[in-house]
């Protein structure tokens, strides 16, 4: 089969290896798309995320959709034929955090893409069925494959428990603000405010839904959100730029007594706005991956309530992984989401 593998920063390269073997308690997967993320391009350009580091050939990759191969003889209830999204974290489903249901703050977490464990970026893959998720007739490959995000997207506005007709505020329009986004209009939010540094994005942000579209380049973001919502600010603040900016502008988006959810990765250490935050006694939260997320976005698809696919600018085939990267990359490329055509 073909694989696309990361020989060292900047330098991808799509070799022939074997299909990998299956245990009794596996699933084969052909991987028909992936969803090219952010997180990708960070290894790509920098061969490391933290302490995750790129130390031999890598395959990168986790947002993906396919069709089952091969069953192992243990596996019920899947079965060759059938299209599913994978969801990429295999936790150890034995420790306090699996138990509890929070099995994405595992420690023994088997990630793929993450190294040591290799992506989806290939065409066969050997994974957990527990971890497998039958995609119904409607739901398209790619909007399988873009339930990774949404599910860090549904994850992110669970913490903030949204009440409707509230306002909530945005910082970011790339995949995982988009996703943000989409949920944000079903779940009642109101009104929803994006800010966000590129023009296209701000206008495709624009073009789903967001009832203000800042440009965090030239606007004043907390006046911005005084003047959309009355002179009240936003219930609610999701920070997913990653930027150090992003962060402030998403505390000075909030009223007193507001929630703010971070999201975006970015460096390690950022300047917080702590008398701000103290004094508006806002509440913060992180937000890392997903636990129990796949289903309910799968059933927000499923039902049509939910996109996904227009968040799609780009397609590759899995032979121009390094030209998507490198497309992805460049401040000339207008875009949103990637998808890699692996296979089908
Ligand atoms: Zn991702
Ligand atoms: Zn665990």
Redo the contacts with the bound molecule.
Sequence with gaps: MKAAFLDKPGHISVKDIPVPDYGPDQVLIQIHEVGLCGSDLHYYKEGRIGNHIVKEPHILGHESAGIIAEVGKAVEGLKPGDRVAVEPGV?????N??LSGR?NL????QFMGAPPYHGTFREYLAHNPLFVHPLPDDVSFTQGALIEPLAVAYNALSKAAIQPGKPLFISGAGPIGAACLELAGIMGASPVIVSEIDGFRGRMAAGMGADAVIDANTEDVGEKILSVTGGEGCEYGIEASGSEAGFQDTVAAVKRGGTVVLIGMGRETVAMPLTEILKKEAAIHGVYRYANCYKPVLRLLGAGKIQGERWITQRYPLAELGNAMEAALSPDTDKLKMIIQVSG
């Design positions: 936790p150890c489903l034995k420790c955090q699996c099995y595992c420690d023994s977490v």
